[in-house]
């Protein structure tokens, strides 16, 4: 296996990595980049990555015009990238790719996953086909910064949903979540909250869109369970919000690895 230990090997995720010595197939755009943009020849080393908390070192076993192999050497120990409690941001959609900025800062900060929502304020329109592919292509961003950041766990990026279907989602796939709303009208702040909150739960920082979370919208929420918090007597973008709120919450509930 021919391995410069002055460099970082470079890493592919392949979810169905499971075990060593397995042989497997490079899709078409990972064999284009392990070829053509990295230039690995067979014998050269490589990380693979499974998303799910495994890695692996392995070498180019085989390479062709039509078909890249690699085989799985051993196993490695990963360091615990990860949040020691699971937070998720429920985004109202932003304008132009202010989305992607958030997806890509928040994975680096360690979210677990994200739920894009249709806010009644949201600009941005997206249904059928179209928010499909605006799926995938969020799918492909957290991808990048999940690669870059060394992410143990790929997070999740949910369907776009409009707000009572993505806090039924949630409240239904985490029973014991806590769900914060924030809206500048909430008596309480965040770090009050947080010096007193004892459980355990996933966090879901709820961020509105460029015009605000609607009355109707907080009633929704509030109905839920969610709990209405204040952030900051600043004014900040939606794109902002949820970078800073993940990073402050990790800082006040000391949600770092250790």
């Not at 230990?5 to 042989?23: A, D, M």
């Not at 920082?205 to 900051?232: H, M, R, Y």
């Not at 900040?236 to 990790?250: D, I, K, N, P, S």
Request: hydrophobic content about 40%; overall charge neutral; some cysteine.
């Amino acid at each position: 296996m021919k391995h410069d230990k002055g460099r970082r090997l470079p890493r592919f995720l392949l979810e169905h990595c499971n075990s060593v010595g397995q042989v497997l197939d490079l899709s078409d755009d990972l064999m284009h980049y392990a070829s053509r943009v990295l230039r690995l020849r067979e014998g050269e080393a490589l990380r693979i990555w499974n998303g799910k908390g495994c890695e692996y070192h392995a070498t180019i076993h085989y390479a062709s015009k039509k078909l890249a192999q690699i085989r799985v050497e051993n196993q490695v120990a990963l360091q615990n990238t990860e949040l020691n409690r699971p937070v998720h941001v429920l985004q109202a959609l932003p304008e132009g790719d202010k989305m992607d900025w958030v997806l890509e800062k928040c994975t680096e900060l360690g979210v677990a996953g994200f739920h894009p929502v249709q806010a009644h304020r949201s600009v941005v329109k997206l249904e059928g086909e179209r928010a499909n592919k605006r799926q995938t292509h969020w799918e492909r961003v957290v991808l990048a910064a999940s690669l870059q950041s060394e992410r143990a766990q790929l997070p999740v990026v949910e369907p776009v949903r409009h707000l009572g279907a993505a806090l039924e989602h949630v409240t239904c796939t985490w029973p014991d979540a806590h769900v914060l709303w924030f809206t500048p009208q909430a008596e309480q702040s965040l770090k009050n909250w947080t010096q007193h909150s004892a459980s355990r739960g996933p966090l879901v920082i709820c961020v509105g869109p460029e015009g605000g979370w609607s009355a109707e919208e907080t009633d929704v929420a509030t109905q839920k369970g969610a709990l209405p918090l204040n952030f900051s007597q600043r004014v900040l973008r939606t794109e902002t919000f949820a970078v800073a709120c993940t990073a402050q919450l990790t800082a006040l509930l000391n949600l770092e690895a250790h």
